[in-house]
Every structure is written in C-alpha cells, then in structure tokens.
C-alpha cells in the first residue's frame, strides 16, 4: 500500500505545483484588474489579454518541464536541446510576467492608491496581498525548473542565488506603504514617490538575473560565470537595498513617518555583500602568481564557491 502511494506520488510529481502556480496567477491578475477597472475605467480590462499570454507562457514551461524530465528519466541522459527549451522558457515567463505586474503596480500606486479605504476589503492590505504574491509565484515556478535533491549540493547552489527573492519582493511592498497615505504623500520629496515606485519595479525585474545563472549552468551542472554572480549581488546590494534604505531615512528623518523593520535587512544584505566582495579581493590576491600551480587555481574565489563537482 506504501509503495503504491510512493509510486502515485512520483507520477503526479510536479502537477500539484503546476496547478497551484497558476491558480495563483490567476487569483492575482483578477485581483489587479479588477483595482484597475473600478478605479480608472472599463478599458483597462484589456490587460486581460497579457494576462492570457503569460498563463500560455507558463503553459509552453511546463510542457517543456514535462518532457525534458520524462526523457531524462528513460533515457537516463541529457539533451542539450531539450534543456535550453526547458530553462530558457521559464527565463522568458517570468520576465514578461514581472513587465506586466511592474506596469500595473505603476499604475496603481502612481493614480489611485492613496484613494483605497481600509475599511472596504479592495483596501491597501488586499492590495499588497495581491502584488506580494509575486514571491510564491517565483518559488513555485523555480521548484518547476529544475529537479535538484534537497540537502545536495546543487540544490544549495539554487537556494544561494534566489533565496532572498521573496523577501526583497516582500521589502518592496512594504516599502510602498507610505503611498497609500494621501496626506504623507503631498507632503513627501518631488519624485520620491516615482523612485519607490522605480525600485519596486526593478525589484521584480532582478529575479530574472539568477535565472538567466541558473539556466546557462542547468541549474549547477555546468560551471557558474563569475561575471553574473557578481552582477546579482552588486544589483541585489546597490541597485536595490541600498536605494530602500535611503529612501527609508529620509521618510523617517525628513518625515518623521515611521519606519520599517525591513530597513534592518536592507543594512544586513548590503554589509553581507560587501564583506562577500571583499573577502573575494583578499583571496584573489592570496592565490599563487608563480609556478604551475597558478594555473590550477581558480582565478576568482566566488566562482569556486558556486561550483560543485
């Protein structure tokens, strides 16, 4: 009886995720239009029709998921072909499904957010809710992509590169609230709001970087390019926490607005990076410059840590 549950289980092995994803999807494109339809007019229900072509997006991913991995599982090899379709597919989903939530999130708190009621359930928490769920759609289609054991070493290399996702996404939000305050907002900088609004969008865009990574080595089976490690974090410490936490002090310091706890993990991420990019200098010049041993040295010590035999 157990091993027929097992064996159940294996056959509908990435259904239940595929399902839940676009459930999600759904629930979350209904849930924007529908902010922009009552509050801007009828036509705006023509985002239907992106909303159509990114479920077929993520449709064509999971087909291509479905077949590489059956043919991987009797061939008991690898296709080039099949894993560029797989992992290039998903790369593509999640870029034009973050363009399109960045354009509604633009939208929405650049017309009419401070407009929304606490009280009605279409409020500022319903919307936040909504735009937060961008996190689960990210892990749900990256467990989608990829087939990597818990505890291995290439599934620590995954974990490493996008773990932080949901929480950034969950910062950006947070560092939105203010822009429901309509009082706050007339008293905030010229442009302040458009830069929290810029940086959220960004937010959502960064996630494409480490898929890019993570498709060009099959998620850890090639060899990592130090050039996009450092391109993640740089943007991820500099392009992203660091403009937050700016902006965050001069809400609190200039405005006197509270501040968030989420300013705390901006801090952390930055003083981790940096001290990550040191420490990869000091290795660098640590390593030998002379005999044939240098050749055998790895030339960046970042890109050793990510590489797994």
Known sequence: MAGLCIKCCRSVKHLPTRLICVLIILLQAAGLDYYLVTYKNLNWAGWAAADIVILLLLLITFYFGYRFHRQQKA?????????????????????????VLCFKVSYAFKDFSHKLDESDFFGPNTLKTTIALAGIVFLILLTTLHDAKPGSSRRKYIDELTGTVIFDILDCV????????????????????????????????????????????????????????????????????????????????????????????????????????????????????????????????????????
């Open 75 to 99: 061939s008991g090899g690898e296709d080039e072909e099949d894993i560029e379709l797989h992992t290039r597919a998903g790369v593509v989903t999640w870029f034009v499904y973050a363009a």
């Open 174 to 309: 947070d560092s939105m609230e203010i822009l429901f305050d309509e009082e706050a907002r007339r008293s905030i900088l010229p442009s302040l709001d458009d830069t929290i609004i810029g940086i959220a969008c960004i937010n959502f865009l960064l996630p494409t970087i480490p898929l890019i990574t993570l498709s060009r080595t099959n998620f850890g089976h090639k060899k990592l390019s130090q050039k996009m490690v450092i391109l993640h974090k740089v943007l991820l410490a500099f392009v992203v926490n660091l403009p937050l936490l700016i902006t965050r002090m001069v809400i609190w310091h200039g405005m006197s607005h509270g501040i968030s706890i989420f300013s705390l993990k901006n801090i952390i991420v930055i003083g981790i990076v940096s001290y990550d990019l040191y420490e990869t200098h000091e290795s660098e010049g640590d390593e030998p410059t002379q005999g044939s041993t240098a050749n055998n040295v790895p030339s960046y010590g970042m890109e050793d840590r990510y590489n797994y035999s």
